[in-house]
């Protein structure tokens, strides 16, 4: 089945304690993004990746990491997280990113933190 | 740069009435337009888009949406809607290049039996 997967679906830590969310798809699609979903703000990109070893910030981008060292990976890095880092987080991927292809979201990833 | 307005931020409905969620863009150049929805604890997954061709857009579950280029405008629309249509649905709008989607800040339609 084809499908972005992310992992944890729910976390709970602690304002600077280094945390990864993974994600992981088997489309072996060249696209990959991060978005944060807030209460009347929509979903804003946090960063993007054209593809393998090519990454580039989104509109927020401000205490997150990425890395893209497999095309099928694409972790979230949160170096020292804060309470406005609260918030619902979802990957997606697509065939490539010209802007008309299809994104395949993962069940996302609600995060707090305290 | 290209942005999106969803004008109505809830939608009540009655079930089996029909409904329409409205967007509007902005942009310089030639769009891309896309409607995503969110079902409750699940990821959003596309419900249709238009890239060129016909204005009206058919998409899966019933709906469907026009692009309207004067109005610059792409509304949503069901004749019938039903309570598993209760869910968050997001305009979204692209440009050609590399360049992301941008997501409007989304309408939460709610089905009343």
């Known amino acids: 089945e084809a499908q972005v997967t992310q992992n ?11 945390l990864t969310v993974t994600c992981s798809q088997n489309m072996n699609h060249e696209y990959m993004s991060w978005y944060r979903q807030d209460p009347g703000l929509g979903l804003r990109q946090i960063y993007y990746s054209m593809n ?7 509109d927020v981008p401000e205490g997150y990491k ?16 804060s309470p406005n880092q609260t918030s619902l987080y979802f990957c997606a991927s697509s065939r490539g990113g010209t802007g008309t292809y299809e994104q395949y979201f993962g069940p996302g990833t609600r995060l707090t933190v305290t | 740069a290209q942005s999106v307005t969803q004008l109505d931020s809830q939608v009540p409905v ?7 969620l409205r967007c509007n863009y902005s942009s310089s150049v030639s769009v891309y337009l896309f409607w995503y929805v969110q ?3 699940q990821g959003l ?19 469907e949406a026009e692009f309207n280029k004067s109005q610059t405008s792409f509304h949503l629309r069901k004749p019938s809607v039903h309570i598993s249509d209760t869910a ?13 989607l941008v997501f409007g800040k989304g309408t939460r339609l709610s089905v009343i039996a």
């Open chain 1, 8 to 18: 944890p679906r729910y976390l709970i830590t602690v304002t600077g304690k280094k």
């Open chain 1, 52 to 58: 393998v070893e090519v990454t580039d910030k989104g």
């Open chain 1, 66 to 81: 990425v890395s893209r060292k497999e095309k099928r990976n694409f972790p979230l890095i949160l170096e020292s997280p």
């Open chain 2, 14 to 20: 009655f079930e089996e009435a029909p409904v329409e």
């Open chain 2, 39 to 41: 079902y409750p604890n």
């Open chain 2, 45 to 63: 997954q596309l419900l249709l888009k238009y890239l060129s061709g016909s204005t009206l857009v058919k998409g899966i579950n019933g709906f």
């Open chain 2, 88 to 100: 968050e649905y997001f305009c979204a709008v692209s440009v050609p290049g590399n360049t992301p």
